[in-house]
C-alpha cells in the first residue's frame, strides 16, 4: 500500500471523502464544515495522510533519506506521529523501518454540537460510504472497507429484515406442526382446530404486548426476535397440558364438568409457572437492569407472558368449551357436521368412511376398559411402547452409562467457556460491521487501542517524586504524546537546576506555547492562571499504546482492570478512557446483570414455592435438574462454537424457566404419588404428562429451525442456544429422569391402612341417565 500507484490512489480517495457535500437550503455543507478543528482551525485528519503526502513529494523530488518508521514516525517538521493503528500487515527492516504494509486505515473526526450538525454529519456518513462504494468499482484490485458512527446500529437493526421470511416460514411450519399434534384418526376426538387457536393464542399476546411497547414509547431492537419462541415454549406447553387434561376426563360428563377437571388440573402448575416467568424478566425489565436492549427485551416478554396467561384462560379455554360441545354432539372435527353412524357408511367410498371414522359410545361394551382417546398416536407411543422400555431394567445401565457421558462432555466445554465481545456476534452477517471488524483485527491487532491518560487534578509537577509516580504508572506502554518525552526533559531539568514551582509552570507554559515542535500537542496541557498572575497546570494528558494484541480479549480485559485499579489506588488522580471500553464495559454489565437478576428471581422463587408446593423434595429435584440442564447447555453451547455474550446470557435464563416448565409437572406426579413402586409412578407421570412435553417439543423444534438458515450471528447464537436448551430438557424429561427416579427417593412402600371389621360400609349408588343421550345427569350416593 505504500508504492507509488498505490499512495496516489488513496490521496486521491482522501482528496474525494473531503470534497463531499451535503445541500441544504441555500447551502451545502462539506467535510470543512463540520469536521473537529485543529488549534489552527484547520480540520483533524489522520498523521497517515500527512505521511504520504511526505512520501509522495519525497518521490517527486527523488529524495531517497525519507523513511517511514514504525509504530512512531517523524516528519520533516520535527512532530513524532504514531501509526501503529494506521498501517496494517508491516514488514520491517532494521530499527524499525518499514518496508511493506498491507493495509492503511483513514479515520474522519465530525462535530456532534447540536441536531443541525447531527443532522448533516448523519447525511455526510450516509454520502461517505456511498463515495468509498463507487471508488471501489473503478478500483477493484484494491479492498475498502467503510463504517461510520451508525453501521453498528443499522446492521445490528438489519437482522429483524432479513429474518422477516423465515419467522413466516417458522409461524407456517408450527401451525402444521401444532395441527398434526392435535389430530387423530377419531374424526369426532380429534383437535386440529384447538392446535391452530393454541398458535393463535401466543401469536395474540405477542402482538399484544408488541402493540404496548410501541405504543409508549419503546424502541425495537432485533433482540426482539427471540420473544416469539420464549412465548412458543411456555405458551404451547400449557395449551397442550390443558388438552391432555381434557383426554383424561370421562365422556359421559358434562362439557361444564370436564372443563372444570381440565382447569382443576392443569392450571394450577400453569399458573406457578406464569409467575415463575413474570418474576425472572419482571427484575429483568427493572432498574436493576442498566442494559436498554436487555431491559425491554425482558418488559416485552413479561407483558406478553402475562397476556398469554388471560388469553389461555379466557381465549383458549372458551374454544376448549365449544370443541367440546362438537365432541358432545359426535359432530365432525373439522367440518362441524354431524358424524353419522356407521351402519349408514357402509355404501359410501372407502376414503370417506376414513374422514368420518369415529367410536361412538354405545359401540364399547361394560366391560371394556380401553381409552378411547388411545388411538392418538404420541398417546399409544407413550402408554404401550415408550414407557414399558425407558423402565426396563436392560436399558437403565445404558441410561446412566449414557448421562456420564454427557456429564462428561459438558464438563469439557465448561472449562473452555469464552466471553464475548466481538461486535460481530450480534450483527447480520454480509455487512459493514463484519466486513470491517474483520479486517481490523486482521491488519491492525498488533498494538492495544489507543488509551487516553488523563490527570485531572493539580498536581506538582516540578515535584521529582510526582513525576516519577507518573512515568511509573505509564510504564510498559508506548507513549505516543510529547508530553512524556518533554517531562522526561523537565525532570532533568528541575533535578539539575532546582527550578521552584512558579519558574517552572511558567516555562512549561511558555514552552508549550511557543516551541513549534510541540504546537501540535498544545491541548496535553491545560493552565490556569491565579490571582497573583502565578500559572498552575490544571490538567494533563498523554496518550498510551501497549503492545498488546488486540484480538486477545483477556489481555485487553487485564488491561483495562489493571489501568482502573490504578487509577483508584495511584497517588495521582487519573482515569483512562478509550471507546473500545464502552463496550467491554457494557459486555460486562451485559453479562453481569442478568446473572445477577436469575439469582434474585431463583432465589425469590425458591422461596415462594415453599409454601406452595405438597412436597419439598419437588424443590430439591427440581433444583437439581436446572442445574443439570443449565451446566450441560453452557458446555455443548461452547463446544459448539457459541461464546458467553449478553444474548447467550438471556437464553440461558429463559432455560431455566423453560426446564421448570416441563420437568415440574413430571416431578410433582412422581413425588406426590402414593402406593405402588417407584417404576409404575414414573409410568404414570410419563403417561400423564409426556404427551404434552412430546408435542410442545416437537412444535418448539419445526420453529427453531428455520432460524439456523438466517443469515446472522444473532439469529445463529439464538438458534444454538435455544435448540440446545429443548434438546436437553427434552433428554432430562424422556430419559434421565424417568431412569433415576426409578431407584432414587423418595421411597414408594405401598401402606395398606387396618380397617375396623365393626365399621364397614355399605354404598348404595343411583344413577339417573338421560335417556337420549345415554350422559349421566346426576349421582345420588348413599352410605
Request: glycine letters at 4%; hydrophobic letters at 40%.
Amino acid at each position: 500500500m505504500l508504492d507509488q500507484h498505490h499512495t496516489d490512489l488513496i490521496l486521491k480517495l482522501h482528496a474525494a471523502v473531503t470534497r463531499i457535500q451535503v445541500p441544504r437550503p441555500g447551502f451545502n455543507y462539506t467535510f470543512a464544515h463540520i469536521c473537529i478543528l485543529n488549534n489552527d482551525k484547520t480540520c483533524i485528519v489522520d498523521d497517515i495522510v500527512h505521511v504520504l503526502e511526505e512520501l509522495k513529494n519525497a518521490r517527486a523530488t527523488n529524495r531517497t533519506n525519507f523513511a517511514i518508521t514504525y509504530p512512531i514516525t517523524h516528519l520533516k517538521d520535527g512532530r513524532a506521529v504514531y501509526n501503529g493503528h494506521q498501517l496494517g500487515g508491516v514488514t520491517v527492516h532494521s530499527k524499525d523501518r518499514v518496508k511493506s504494509a498491507e493495509a492503511v486505515q483513514l479515520t474522519y473526526y465530525l462535530q456532534s454540537i447540536n441536531s443541525l450538525n447531527d443532522m448533516v454529519a448523519e447525511r455526510w456518513e450516509s454520502s461517505f460510504c456511498d463515495t468509498v462504494r463507487l471508488f471501489q468499482k473503478s478500483n477493484g484490485k484494491v479492498k475498502m472497507y467503510p463504517y461510520t458512527s451508525s453501521s453498528l446500529r443499522e446492521d445490528f437493526q438489519k437482522t429483524s429484515r432479513v429474518s422477516e421470511r423465515y419467522l413466516v416460514t417458522s409461524l407456517i411450519l408450527v401451525a402444521t406442526m401444532a395441527i398434526l399434534c392435535c389430530s387423530m384418526q377419531d374424526c369426532v376426538r380429534s383437535k386440529p382446530w384447538l392446535g391452530l387457536l393454541g398458535l393463535v393464542t401466543i401469536s395474540l399476546a405477542t402482538l399484544t404486548a408488541a402493540g404496548i411497547i410501541n405504543l409508549t414509547g419503546g424502541k425495537y431492537n432485533s433482540t426482539f426476535l427471540g420473544v416469539p419462541f420464549v412465548m412458543l415454549g411456555h405458551g404451547l406447553y400449557g395449551t397442550f397440558e390443558m388438552l391432555s387434561s381434557w383426554r383424561k376426563t370421562r365422556e359421559d360428563q358434562h362439557v361444564k364438568e370436564r372443563t372444570a377437571a381440565v382447569y382443576a388440573d392443569s392450571m394450577l402448575s400453569f399458573s406457578l409457572t406464569t409467575a415463575m416467568y413474570l418474576v425472572t424478566f419482571g427484575i429483568g425489565a427493572s432498574p436493576f437492569t442498566n442494559i436498554e436492549a436487555a431491559r425491554i427485551f425482558c418488559c416485552n416478554s413479561c407483558i406478553a407472558i402475562f397476556f398469554n396467561y388471560l388469553y389461555v384462560l379466557s381465549f383458549y379455554g372458551s374454544s376448549l368449551v365449544f370443541t367440546g360441545y362438537i365432541e358432545n354432539n359426535y359432530q365432525h372435527s373439522i367440518f362441524c357436521r354431524k358424524v353419522p353412524k356407521p351402519e349408514a357408511l357402509q355404501e359410501k367410498p372407502a376414503w370417506y368412511r376414513f374422514l368420518l371414522t369415529a367410536r361412538f359410545s354405545e359401540d364399547t361394551t361394560d366391560g371394556e376398559e380401553a381409552n378411547t382417546y388411545e388411538s392418538h398416536l404420541l398417546v399409544c407411543f407413550l402408554k404401550r411402547y415408550y414407557c414399558d422400555w425407558i423402565t426396563n431394567t436392560y436399558v437403565k445401565p445404558f441410561v446412566v452409562l449414557f448421562y456420564l457421558i454427557y456429564i462428561s462432555f459438558a464438563l469439557m466445554g465448561y472449562l473452555q467457556v469464552s466471553e464475548g465481545s466481538d461486535l460481530s456476534n450480534i450483527v447480520a452477517t454480509a455487512t459493514q460491521t463484519i466486513e470491517y471488524t474483520t479486517a481490523q483485527q486482521k491488519y491492525f491487532s498488533n498494538y492495544s487501542p489507543v488509551i487516553g491518560f488523563y490527570i485531572y487534578e493539580s498536581i506538582e509537577y516540578w515535584n521529582a517524586s510526582v513525576q516519577e509516580d507518573v512515568l511509573e504508572y505509564t510504564k510498559g506502554f508506548v507513549r505516543i504524546s510529547w508530553f512524556e518525552s518533554y517531562l522526561n526533559y523537565l525532570r532533568k531539568l528541575n533535578v539539575t537546576t532546582g527550578l521552584p514551582k512558579k519558574n517552572f509552570t511558567d516555562m512549561l507554559r511558555n514552552s508549550f506555547l511557543k516551541a513549534p515542535q510541540f504546537s501540535h500537542f498544545q491541548e496535553d496541557i491545560i493552565f490556569s492562571k491565579k490571582y497573583n498572575d502565578e500559572v498552575d497546570v490544571v490538567a494533563s494528558r498523554m496518550f498510551l499504546v501497549a503492545k498488546t494484541m488486540e484480538t486477545n480479549r483477556e489481555e485487553l480485559y487485564d488491561l483495562l482492570e489493571t489501568l482502573r485499579r490504578l487509577s483508584v489506588t495511584s497517588k495521582v488522580k487519573f482515569i483512562v478512557f478509550n471507546p473500545s471500553f464502552v463496550y467491554m464495559d457494557r459486555y460486562a454489565s451485559s453479562l453481569g446483570a442478568p446473572l445477577h437478576n436469575s439469582c434474585i428471581s431463583a432465589l425469590f422463587l425458591l422461596f415462594f414455592s415453599a409454601f406452595l408446593v405438597a412436597d419439598s423434595l419437588i424443590n430439591v429435584w427440581l433444583t437439581l435438574t436446572v442445574v443439570s440442564v443449565e451446566f450441560g447447555v453452557i458446555g455443548f453451547m461452547t463446544l459448539w462454537k457459541v461464546e458467553l455474550d449478553c444474548i447467550s446470557v438471556l437464553c440461558l435464563i429463559y432455560g431455566i424457566n423453560y426446564t421448570i416448565d416441563n420437568c415440574a409437572p413430571l416431578l410433582s406426579t412422581f413425588v406426590l404419588g402414593k402406593d405402588f413402586t417407584r417404576t409404575k409412578w414414573v409410568k404414570n407421570a410419563l403417561e400423564v404428562h409426556g404427551v404434552a412435553i412430546l408435542q410442545s417439543y416437537l412444535c418448539y423444534l419445526v420453529g427453531l429451525i428455520p432460524l439456523a438458515a438466517v443469515p446472522s450471528n444473532l439469529t445463529c447464537t439464538l438458534f444454538r442456544c435455544l435448540f440446545l436448551i429443548a434438546f436437553v430438557t427434552f433428554f432430562h424429561c424422556f430419559a434421565i429422569l424417568p431412569v433415576i427416579l426409578t431407584f432414587l427417593p423418595p421411597s414408594k412402600k405401598k401402606r395398606k391402612e387396618k380397617k375396623n371389621p365393626e365399621n364397614r360400609e355399605e354404598i348404595e349408588c343411583v344413577e339417573m341417565v338421560d335417556i337420549d343421550s345415554t350422559r349421566v345427569v346426576d349421582q345420588i350416593t348413599t352410605v
